[in-house]
């Protein structure tokens, strides 16, 4: 079992900033890619930024120039900074965790249950 937990939610103003935190553990062999999604309210979920092994993040349209994500291997690690904040980044925040299995080498991928972010105008 891989449980993902995110950390750093919470509230910010318009044009300010807010740093999401989120760590794997478990049963893991290696994780191959992290990556941040979110969903407002009556909206389906959508990916916000993602970063595989030796692979360049990849940033959703409306999120570039905004918002890094970065990952810290040794911790099973993955940050979401976020600058420019705008009302309609208001949204839970999910992060996932994709890799293989201790013993079984079976991939996996697994969810956190999500941090609020709120952005005020």
């Known amino acids: 079992q891989v449980e993902v937990v995110e950390s750093g939610g919470g509230s910010a103003q318009a044009g300010g900033s807010l740093k999401l935190s989120c760590a794997a553990s478990g049963n893991i062999f290696r994780i191959n890619v992290m990556g941040w999604f979110r969903q407002a309210p009556g909206k389906q979920r959508e990916l916000v930024a993602s970063?595989?092994?030796?692979?360049?993040?990849n940033y959703a349209d409306f999120v570039k120039g905004r918002f890094t994500i970065s990952r810290d291997n040794a911790k099973n690690a993955v940050y979401l900074e976020m600058n420019s904040l705008k009302p309609e980044d208001t949204a839970v925040y999910y992060c996932n965790a994709q890799g293989l299995w201790t013993g079984t080498f079976a991939p996996f991928t697994s969810w956190g249950q999500g941090t609020q972010v709120t952005v005020s105008s």
């Open positions: 970063l595989g092994n030796g692979l360049s993040p």
